[in-house]
């Protein structure tokens, strides 16, 4: 057995998939710490090439309609258990059929893409409305998030389209790292710090103002005679309310 270990990226993965077909390699596992629990495999770590990887892509799009495409690139962002090995079994079906294999939903392979693509969908779709921006004092709208799949990159463009005026900073606390508007583009930031989840001193003197404003708006609306708790949660989940300004109210 190969065990082959990527960088962590899509196009790594991509890389990978190359390296099987060009190398014929015939029973493969994915691990992205390089470590297999089969003592008897050898462990072969990939170097990301862009142009093998866009082959690769090429051929997927070929073989995929676009929906089936997007399915298995979300599937990557999902952290399912054996993500990349998911993919990976998915891609040889679709390599090794002459039809288009996505509507085959009876395959167990094809409905774990499925599954996988419509959870990390439903998480982006929470995290565009969820989001809850606050003031730096330089001037830098900050917001920090825990979303169960790791979809910054995939909400990127929302933000950067609809606050195209503004600098700001997503973090996704659970991962790490950040993403960071300029103005003019985004890029992904990396970093481990404490310092925004707290304290007063780094707000601008007008944020918690616009903060209290929103809580009464919120409590205004929320009219307690016609509460559904059930429906509320169905729709924002509690696992999100740490970082929703609203909640902190208690409301």
Not at 64 to 80: A, M, R
């Amino acid at each position: 057995m190969i065990t082959l270990a990527c960088d962590g990226t899509f196009e790594g993965w991509l890389t990978a998939l190359f390296d099987i077909y060009e190398y014929r390699f015939t029973d493969v596992e994915f691990s992205s710490e390089g470590v297999s629990a089969n003592m008897f495999s050898t462990t072969r770590q990939v170097t990301t090439d862009l142009l093998k990887a866009e082959r690769v892509k090429k051929g997927l799009k070929q073989r995929l309609s676009q929906q089936g495409y997007q399915q298995l690139y979300h599937t990557f962002f999902s952290e399912i258990e054996n993500a990349e090995q998911q993919m990976w079994l998915f891609a040889q079906y679709v390599f090794a059929s002459k039809i288009n294999v996505e509507g085959d939903q009876r395959n167990p392979v094809v409905w774990n893409i499925l599954k996988a693509a419509q959870m990390v969908r439903r998480e982006s779709h929470r995290m565009k409305a969820f989001v809850r921006f606050q003031l730096t004092k330089d001037q830098i709208y900050y917001a920090v998030v825990e979303p169960d799949c790791d979809v910054l990159t995939l909400i990127a463009k929302h933000f950067s389209d609809r606050y195209a005026d503004q600098r700001w900073l997503i973090y996704d606390d659970k991962r790490k790292y950040g993403i960071y508007y300029d103005l003019n583009s985004v890029s992904v930031v990396e970093m481990t710090f404490n310092e925004l989840s707290g304290g007063v001193e780094i707000w601008d003197d007008k944020e918690l103002f616009f903060q209290q404003l929103w809580q009464r708006y919120f409590g205004s609306v929320n009219i307690k005679a016609r509460k559904n708790m059930k429906l509320h949660l169905q729709h924002m989940p509690k696992r999100y309310w740490r970082h929703l300004t609203e909640k902190k109210t208690g409301l």
